[in-house]
């Protein structure tokens, strides 16, 4: 009986292909877990509380990484490089660490600070609206005169800003709401304002006074003002709008004192 020598040849080369062939696999896989890095975080508290959903930036990218349900987190990586890692999470310091180039398993715990501080004791300073804006309203009584619930505004002269020297009413007057100011007059003899919509023509509609008297020429049947003191030498301006002005005057726009 003869065996055939070419059939023994070709068994024995692809006995021998299939080996190599697995072996070749076998390294390739081997060569390619070499290349990579297993990498394990695991975040919590301050309380070793776990934290999920923790979001994980490799090297800044904006693609993000999110740890688990129970705060862990699996990555293999290639190990060619080195990985700067971002740890973050609302209401927690942003943790920043670093994976060495050529690690092979990395395993790392990270606690994360929070940013929730117990205040023992609160001290607030106020100071009045009068000292900040150069505007306040005027007392609730002041003598004879009741201003409360009523609309009512106080001007301090020493801290507005805005030029005085040649009575600029705009300047003077830009943190009163409601006034209309015409500036008609260069020289600053007039002062020319209006409230509520009403004409500014001479102040005509607001019942003006200086100390407390009436400096109009006819306070009922021709009311325009004629006269202005210079914005130097005033200390405050007081406003007095709506039904706390009648005992004034008829005047609609209110009093101006």
């Not at 688990?68 to 890692?85: A, F, H, M, V, W």
Request: glycine share 8%; proline share 3%; net charge positive.
């Amino acid at each position: 009986m003869k065996v055939n020598k070419n059939i023994n040849k070709r068994s024995l080369f692809s006995t021998l292909a299939v080996k190599v062939l697995l072996m070749f696999m076998v390294c390739s896989v081997a060569i390619c877990k070499a290349d990579k890095v297993t990498v394990v975080l695991s975040v919590v508290d301050e309380a070793n509380t776990t934290i999920p959903e923790v979001a994980i930036i490799i090297n800044g990218e904006s693609e993000k990484y999110k740890t688990n349900d129970k705060g862990r987190l699996k990555l293999e990586l290639p190990n060619s490089i080195s990985y700067q890692i971002t740890v973050f999470q609302f209401g927690f310091e942003k943790f920043d660490f670093e994976i060495p180039e050529g690690s092979k398993n990395f395993k790392k715990t990270i606690r994360l600070k929070s940013l929730q501080k117990e205040i023992k004791t609160i001290k607030i300073q106020a100071k009045r609206e009068e000292e900040i804006f150069g505007i306040a309203k005027l007392k609730q009584i002041d003598g004879a005169a009741i201003y409360a619930g009523k609309k009512s505004e106080v001007i301090s002269m020493d801290r507005v800003n805005g030029n005085k020297s040649n009575g600029n009413a705009r300047e003077v007057f830009s943190k009163v709401t409601g006034l209309n100011v015409w500036e008609s007059d260069c020289a600053g003899l007039q002062l020319s304002i209006g409230g509520r919509g009403l004409s500014p023509h001479r102040t005509s509609n607001f019942n003006t006074r200086q100390n407390g008297y009436d400096i109009s020429a006819d306070a009922l049947g021709y009311p325009e003002s004629y006269y202005m003191p210079p914005l130097d030498a005033i200390d405050r301006v007081e406003f007095v709008r709506g039904a706390g002005a009648l005992q004034y005057g008829s005047q609609f726009g209110g009093l101006l004192n």
